[in-house]
């Protein structure tokens, strides 16, 4: 008898001494992703998909963050250590003509404290677009800031046009 007591006792105690707190719920918000539509560059109002496109960080270990993939938008995570970020747009990858664009990011960050399991967020300001060598012939015709700052992921923070 005494074990099934103490048995109760161990599984009430397990159960009690987790809190709602511990666990990082699913809705919670989290650091957002930048996100980038692509649209038409001879007509401004239209999305426009871009073939195969493969999405890396800049730099010698670059690490891909979309592969392969024909879409007319994306998300992007920036970094969350630096106040700035570089990625390598590269169009029609694997295909008969691949183009590469290279556009640097700068920001400022803000993080914010969510709650003790999922700890904090990093929120980005001053969201600018610079892109490195813009007369090269590759295929970005331009970049517009829709919105600068980088709270959430409900609607677009950039467009590039091609």
Known sequence: MTKYVLLILTVLCVFTGCTRDDICAEGTATTPMLIITFKDSANPADAKEVPNLTVKTSGLN??????????????IPLNTNLDMASFIFKKDDGGSTPNDA?????????????NRA????????NLTTQEEDPNTGNWIASIETLNPTVANE???HLTIFH
Do not use: H, N, P
């Open 118 to 125: 999922c700890g904090f967020k990093t929120i980005f300001t």
């Open 154 to 156: 409900t609607s677009a």
């Open 62 to 75: 670059g690490v891909a963050i979309l592969s392969r993939t024909t879409t007319d938008s994306i998300a």
């Open 102 to 114: 290279m556009v640097a990011f700068t920001y400022q960050r803000e993080d914010l404290y969510v």
